[in-house]
């Protein structure tokens, strides 16, 4: 009886983390949505003054040379050497997005998902946990890239693209 009952325990708690973690994983198909053209702002912070500043910029989503990449390409109006082309990849298994570990995977009350990516890394020269939020919904897609230095309790919004179309 000892055994059966250690047998349900352990494969309910194999279960349970499997079940959590199946929650952390994403697919191409979450992504689908932000294909096309998008209209928006970049916000960042600028470290030389600590003030945010805001710009227009555009972007143009397509899909990649497989199912598992996206292609970004950032058009900025007011500064066109800044354009600028980027990637989402996605692992296969679904547990990374640009070799970045996929921490949640949310429905938001508005119907929009939000992805999260988190690291650890640099940050204007200083060691930082590093997270990327994706939120995803039909008529807006905002990435945005946060920071939590080493020697900080807080976190602060580094920069954020907000798109909408």
Do not use: C, H
């Not at 928006?40 to 910029?57: E, F, H, Q, V």
């Not at 598992?68 to 354009?83: S, V």
């Not at 508005?110 to 994706?134: C, H, M, P, V, W």
């Amino acid at each position: 009886m000892k055994i059966k009952f250690r047998t349900i325990v352990l494969l309910l708690t194999f279960l349970t983390a499997y079940s959590a973690q199946a929650q952390d994983t994403v697919s191409p198909d979450d992504f689908k949505i932000i294909i096309g053209e998008w209209t928006g702002s970049l916000t960042y912070i600028d470290y030389s003054s600590n003030k945010p500043y805001t710009m227009p910029a555009n972007l143009k989503v397509e899909q990649g040379k497989n199912q598992n990449q996206l292609l970004l390409k950032y058009i900025y109006p007011n500064e066109p050497k800044a354009n600028s082309k980027d990637k989402i990849k996605f692992s296969k298994s679904g547990d990374l997005i640009n070799n970045k570990i996929v921490k949640s995977k949310q429905a938001l009350e508005n119907g929009q998902l939000q992805i999260t990516t988190e690291y650890s890394g640099k940050d204007n020269n200083k060691t930082a946990l590093i997270r990327n939020l994706f939120i995803l919904g039909e008529n807006q897609f905002i990435i945005r890239k946060e920071v939590k230095f080493n020697d900080s309790d807080g976190w602060i919004t580094r920069n954020e693209y907000n798109f909408k179309r």
